[in-house]
Structure formats: C-alpha cells, structure tokens
C-alpha cells in the first residue's frame, strides 16, 4: 500500500497558485518526498524532492511540514498543461542491494486547470 | 538526446497471443524498470533489470511475463498467451544508476496493451 494520502481531485483557475497537499504521517528518517506527475496518455513525469527543507526549482515549489508528516506542492501559475495527475511519494533517495526499489504508487491527486 | 524510448504506442492482441514490449533507455543508462498501470489504478513495480542481468522481479507474475536486458539492444517485456486482464499501460523508467536520486526516474510514453 501506499504510505501517502492525497485528495482524489483538486480544480485550480488559470494563472492562480495550485496547492497540492499530501498527508505521509509514517514517513521515515531516511526517505525523501518526490513528486511526479503524468499527464494523460504520457508517462510520469518527475516534477521535485526534498527531505526536510522546503524546495523550489523551475517547475514547482516544495513545503514540508517541520515534522515531516505532510507536504504541499506548489505550481504557483497554473496553465492548462499543468493539467495532469499528481503523485506524492516517499522513498529512500539511495537504494542498496538490501532497500526495496519499488516506488509505490497511489492513486494521486487529478488537478484540472480551468480557463 | 533521446529520452526513453517505448514501442509500439499502443499493440493489440487477441487472447493467447504473445505481446513484446520494447524499451530503449536514455543514452547512457544502464538501469531499467518496468512498471505496469491498469486503468483507473496508480503504477504497480513490475522488475529491475541491470544490462543481462534481473535485478528484482518480485513484481512480476510468476507465469507468463518474462523480460530481458541484453547486452545489446532494448529491453523486452514478454506476455505469452495473454489474457483481457493484460490490458494495460506498461512504462518503462531507466536511470544511469540505481534509482538515481537526485532526479529519480526517466519515463518513456508507454505501451497501451488492449487484449480481444
């Protein structure tokens, strides 16, 4: 099962900030939030990571809550092609011989942006 | 540079046919995982191959699915005698290492597998 809860739909205006929330109250030490999303008929797309700092890159911005068991994704101006499915992930950043390498999937988060 | 490259897009087969799935990394990555969505579901692991060598295939069924990373060539996913419960979209991810890390996987498009 996957180790995060995300709302099963979210709608966001044209041009305003998207909030993605998503609830990893079990999530070790050790793992990393990642965010993917996937656009229809497309495969996941890697949007950002973090640990315990907020993050920010060209695509999206991170918030991690200080006890590390919820974050948010930002898209802070939504455009129709942000359209898309988003997941919320947790899992080690590294893998040994001994870690599982499975990304476990759940059921994300539908954003539609609306003109 | 290419990313991952996927095909065919889209393949029909009737029941008890094969079904090869083909996967080209990116260039230079020498780690491939293949993952299987079924329709309304999130992405379900399926393997790990290494170039000739099944890393984890603890996400595969034990009957029918094989797959292979040869030393030269794209990575195949093999489906003998599928049935309608096949159909699917399967994605292929490849990194330069274990898990990269710092940018995670790299997807290709997919192969939507129909069963008649």
């Known amino acids: 099962d996957a180790k995060t809860t995300q709302p099963p739909s979210m709608d966001c205006a044209e041009g305003r900030a998207a909030n993605l929330p998503c609830n990893h109250s079990?999530?070790?030490?050790?793992?990393?939030v990642y965010w993917y999303r996937q656009i229809h008929s497309q495969g996941p797309q890697y949007i950002i990571h973090?640990?315990?700092?907020?993050e920010t890159n060209e695509m999206a911005s991170l918030i991690i809550t200080e006890d590390r068991k919820s974050s948010t994704l930002i898209l802070p101006h939504a455009t129709l092609r942000d359209t898309a499915v988003y997941y919320c992930?947790?899992?080690?950043?590294?893998?040994?011989?001994?870690?599982?390498?499975?990304?476990?999937w759940g059921l994300g988060t539908s954003l539609a942006v609306n003109p | 540079n290419a990313g991952v490259m996927q095909n065919p897009r889209h393949l029909v087969r009737r029941r008890g046919q094969e079904a090869r799935l083909r996967c080209s990394p990116m260039?230079?990555?020498?780690?491939v995982y293949w993952y299987r969505q079924l329709p309304e579901e999130g992405l379900k692991f399926m393997v790990y191959l290494q170039k000739e060598n099944i890393i984890d295939e603890s996400g595969m069924p034990k009957e029918r699915f094989s797959a292979e990373f040869p030393k030269e060539g794209p990575s195949i996913l093999r489906i003998q005698q599928v049935v309608r419960g096949d159909s699917a979209a399967y994605f292929c991810?490849?990194?330069?290492?274990?898990?990269?890390?710092?940018?995670?996987?790299?997807f290709g498009s997919g192969t939507r597998l129909t069963v008649v």
């Open positions: 991810a490849s990194s330069p290492r274990p898990m990269d890390g710092h940018y995670g996987y790299t």
């Open positions: 079990t999530i070790s030490g050790n793992e990393y």
């Open positions: 992930i947790v899992r080690p950043e590294w893998f040994d011989a001994g870690n599982n390498r499975k990304l476990i």
């Open positions: 973090g640990l315990k700092n907020n």
């Open positions: 260039k230079g990555h020498s780690h």
